[in-house]
């Protein structure tokens, strides 16, 4: 087991993070999600929400400096920082893929989210997708973030889109696919804590 990477892609309201959280504590490995950000903004001498932005969000200058950036040949840094230009979107996104290797390389990690599973080798890493149907999501986000069905369909609509769009932008996937993992369990089926044992299954 000494080094193994455990990537976790995950649905909204899948409970992709429950599992991979309950996969590392068992494990007894790292878990990261948040992580990754936080290296790619050290790395870049950035403001990590700085960073998140470019995996949620549209460009990088039009989202922080609206007009501004289409009048100024060089923008700058939100820290004020005048010495350096604003990097660009590709650049954050170089850093996003850069962490995520750097804990894929330290190993005995469980990294979830930031699409780690496409940013590994084939046997670098065993690479899972906890998925559930929309429905049985909608009724989970419901219930967590205390809004009614509609609005909870309408923001698994919507989350969907925007992990189809970043893995669009991150990796030139036109689709997510069952055949881009490993294994790909189904939370409609089975509980977080026997998801959490197929995947140790698996390892």
Not at 28 to 49: C, K, R, S, T
Request: charged share 25%; proline share 3%.
């Amino acid at each position: 087991m000494a080094g193994r990477t455990i990537c976790i892609s995950h649905a909204t309201g899948a409970e992709g993070a429950l599992v991979g959280r309950t996969v590392a504590e068992r494990l007894g490995f790292q878990y990261v999600d948040d992580e990754v950000i936080a290296e790619a903004a050290e790395w870049g001498e950035l403001d990590p929400a700085f960073v998140a932005d470019a995996e949620r969000r549209k460009p990088l200058v039009a989202r922080l400096l609206g007009g501004i950036a289409e009048q100024s040949s060089a923008p700058r840094l939100p820290t004020g920082d005048t010495s350096r230009s604003l990097p660009s979107d590709a650049d954050v996104r170089h850093l996003i893929r850069s962490a995520v290797g750097s804990f894929v390389e330290r190993g005995s990690v469980v990294i979830v989210a930031h699409a780690a599973s496409f940013a590994v080798r084939d046997g670098e890493a065993l690479r899972v997708l906890v998925t559930a149907s929309p429905e049985t999501r909608a009724g989970r986000i419901a219930g967590e973030r205390n809004v009614d069905d509609k609005q909870a369909a309408r923001l698994v609509k919507e989350e969907d889109a925007g992990r189809a769009a970043y893995l669009k932008r991150f990796y030139g996937v036109d689709q997510e696919l069952p055949t881009h993992f490993d294994l790909v369990v189904n939370t409609d089926v089975l509980s977080a804590e026997d998801a959490t044992n197929v995947i140790l299954a698996a390892v």
